[in-house]
């Protein structure tokens, strides 16, 4: 049976661009037996020039596209902190897409903590840059908890999005190593360096940009390699957790030999 996907994005920049354009191209392409339902985007029209490059998009795939301005949504609603309207933002939301009924949603680039009833409401994946059981925070927090720590791997994980932050259950991961070969030469310049004074150097710092590249790279392909398993029904998930294809709890499933062969064209 054919997936049926929902589609949450800012629609920022190039990142967002290229998740909509593999999995469409997947799609259309007959590699991925799935349907992206309606994509939503957190900002209207004239709002940003990647947004709206991003609708356009939308727009040349015949995807239906349903948009509701946080900005504006904030500002009507009395301003002040974002989590103060988080709530009543996504209600709304979710009003607009009751027409819909997707199997999954997928979080890319979305840079919204979505609210509990919509995760309630929804199946939802979300991209995290770490391992199961990894730092959790926003992908700049979680690097530099790797350097702090001194680890020798990281990867990425797509989980299902609930109220706890970076914590709902994992359909699938990959990881890759940050030591030896051309990290070797970027741990020792930073050797005996606290944090502290690293971060004053931004994401230019040099170990921080070759872990930040690593991850990049693999993300695309992970996602795709989930949404092929669920397509296939190898995985679904229900009720909020992640269950194989006879209904039983899954544990998080290592594909890195899947998205290896993706990263070598294979």
């Keep these: 049976m054919m997936l049926k996907l929902g589609w949450f994005s800012t629609g920022r920049g190039t990142g967002s661009r290229g998740f909509l354009e593999l999995v469409q191209g997947q ?34 795939y015949g995807i239906p596209s349903v948009s509701l301005s946080s900005q504006r949504y904030q500002r009507e609603h009395g301003g002040g902190p974002w989590a103060r309207h ?36 929804y199946s939802m994946l979300n991209l995290h840059p770490a391992l199961p059981g990894g730092p959790k925070g926003t992908w700049q927090q979680v690097i530099w908890q790797l350097i702090e720590r001194h680890a020798d791997r990281s990867g990425v994980m797509v989980h299902v999005a609930t109220e706890e932050l970076d914590a709902g259950p994992v359909a699938g991961y990959c990881s890759f190593p940050i030591r030896s070969g051309d990290f070797d030469p970027l741990w020792k310049a930073v050797e005996g360096r606290p944090v502290s004074e690293l971060q004053r150097e931004g994401e230019e710092q040099p170990l921080f940009k070759c872990i930040r590249a690593e991850g990049l790279r693999r993300e695309r392909p992970l996602l795709l390699v989930v949404l092929r398993a669920l397509a296939a029904e190898e995985l679904r998930v229900s009720a909020g957790q992640v269950v194989d294809g006879s209904g039983r709890p899954a544990k998080p499933k290592d594909m890195n030999a899947e998205v290896e062969r993706l990263l070598a064209g294979r």
């Design 27 to 60: 799609i259309a392409a007959g590699r991925l037996d799935a349907l992206i339902e309606f994509v939503f985007t957190n900002r209207e029209r004239g709002e940003a020039e990647g947004s709206d490059r991003f609708q356009e998009m939308v727009k040349g």
């Design 86 to 121: 988080r709530d009543g933002f996504h209600r709304q939301a979710m009003e607009m897409l009751s027409g819909y009924r997707p199997d999954v949603c997928v979080l890319a680039g979305y840079m919204l903590i979505t609210s509990g009833e919509m995760c309630r409401r």
